[in-house]
């Protein structure tokens, strides 16, 4: 589908994208698992796609680490890999299954963007949001196989608002054994508007353009700054 769709910058396609998501144990997950590195034939592929279509792509991959496995995602150039982001809250049996990722949340420039990754349920932790952003992240990349209906697009404008951000949510659609995934995949501004709302049961690439500069002033009035204006001292309680 990249390689016949219209140009575009950055594609974002969703979580474990190839491998699939409902694993019946841990040794079945192995069995689909690899490392996150160039040699990777699913990686090869898309630093392909990435020269003939002078763009980057990221995605979810079930990564193998020596005997651990993380619900990964990557950013690819036509330079190979560009950052990585390994899932830190982990949803139901994923817990038997893979390791809470243990890069923190890094941010890699692309382009003019500065990028961030999150991988479905850590769309739940409003820290994950505000990290990245806080650390100069414009748009954060958010492959997704949600299947609690609507509820993270419920909250992805709140996220996008408070931190001043762009969210693209790359969702899965479809049916995998006994779990359905629920599409409608979005791109959200910094103002907390929906720009593309995706099918909740068909294939499809959305594109939109932004101007990922636009997140960086954090000015919601003249006196009031989103990060500026936090009180730490106020939160203490949270390190309990
Ligand atoms: C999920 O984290 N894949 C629901």
Not at 209 to 215: A, D, L, N, T, Y
Request: glycine share 6%; hydrophobic share 40%; aromatic share 10%.
């Amino acid at each position: 589908m990249i390689k016949e769709s219209e140009h575009a910058d950055l594609y974002i396609l969703p979580e474990l994208c190839n491998s699939g998501y409902n694993f019946s144990n841990r040794k079945e997950a192995m069995s689909s698992s690899s490392q996150a590195d160039k040699h990777n034939i699913f990686i090869k592929s898309l630093v392909e796609i990435s020269k003939t279509k002078n763009c980057g792509i990221v995605c979810g991959i079930n990564e193998r680490d020596k005997d651990k496995l993380f619900n990964s995602a990557v950013l690819i150039s036509k330079m190979g890999i560009v950052g990585k982001y390994r899932k830190v809250h982990l949803f139901r049996n994923e817990k038997t299954i893979f390791e809470p990722g243990d890069l923190g949340f890094p941010v890699f420039k692309f382009m003019d963007a500065q990028i961030g990754m999150l991988v479905c349920f850590d769309w739940m932790f409003p820290e994950a949001w505000r990290i990245l952003s806080m650390k100069g992240a414009d748009l954060i990349c958010h492959p997704s196989n949600l299947v609690l209906p609507g509820y993270a697009q419920k909250s992805l404008p709140a996220h996008a608002m408070n931190n001043g951000i762009f969210i693209a949510t790359a969702n899965r659609i479809g049916i995998e054994k006994e779990l359905k995934f629920t599409g409608r995949s979005v791109l959200v501004n910094p103002k907390g508007e929906f720009i593309l709302e995706g099918s909740l049961d068909s294939e499809q690439i959305l594109s939109a353009e932004i101007q990922p500069e636009s997140s960086r002033n954090k000015y919601i009035t003249p006196e009031n700054h989103i990060f500026e204006d936090r009180k730490i001292n106020a939160y203490k309680e949270l390190l309990n």
